[in-house]
């Protein structure tokens, strides 16, 4: 495994920083990418950043894709065909400190 400079919560919120509005499954891959040099192979790697329920999701970053149609669970909500992630002030700040580390300037 390389030497990472960055946690993987780090890695996120400075990717999504960089290129906002992409989907989960986008920010995953660029996530699995950097932590072992290849692409998901399975869909339910690490996604636990960026669960309904993810402890980050909220207050880090929020998917801002409109909820065009009902999801299929118990309850009656509504989802969208592909998400569209942004940070909040507190995932903008936490990828600044993450670029920071690295040397970068955002």
Same mark, same amino acid.
């Given at each position: 495994?390389?030497?990472?400079?960055?946690?993987?919560?780090?890695?996120?919120?400075?990717?999504?920083?960089?290129?906002?509005?992409?989907?989960?499954?986008?920010? $995953?891959?660029?996530?699995?990418?950097?932590?072992?040099?290849?692409?998901?192979?399975?869909?339910?790697?690490?996604?636990?950043? $960026?669960?309904?329920?993810?402890?980050?999701?909220?207050?880090?970053?929020?998917?801002?894709?409109?909820?065009?149609?009902?999801?299929?669970?118990?309850?009656?909500?509504?989802?969208?065909?592909?998400?569209?992630?942004?940070?909040?002030?507190?995932?903008?700040?936490?990828?600044?400190?993450?670029?920071?580390?690295?040397?970068?300037?955002?």
């Amino acid at each position: 495994m390389p030497n990472l400079k960055l946690t993987g919560i780090e890695y996120l919120c400075l990717k999504m920083a960089t290129t906002p509005g992409k989907s989960g499954r986008w920010y $995953l891959n660029e996530l699995h990418k950097y932590k072992f040099a290849k692409p998901i192979t399975a869909t339910s790697w690490n996604a636990l950043y $960026l669960a309904p329920s993810g402890k980050y999701r909220g207050i880090l970053f929020n998917d801002l894709s409109p909820k065009s149609r009902p999801s299929h669970g118990v309850f009656t909500t509504h989802c969208s065909k592909v998400g569209s992630y942004h940070l909040t002030p507190a995932g903008h700040k936490k990828a600044q400190i993450a670029a920071q580390k690295i040397g970068l300037d955002i």
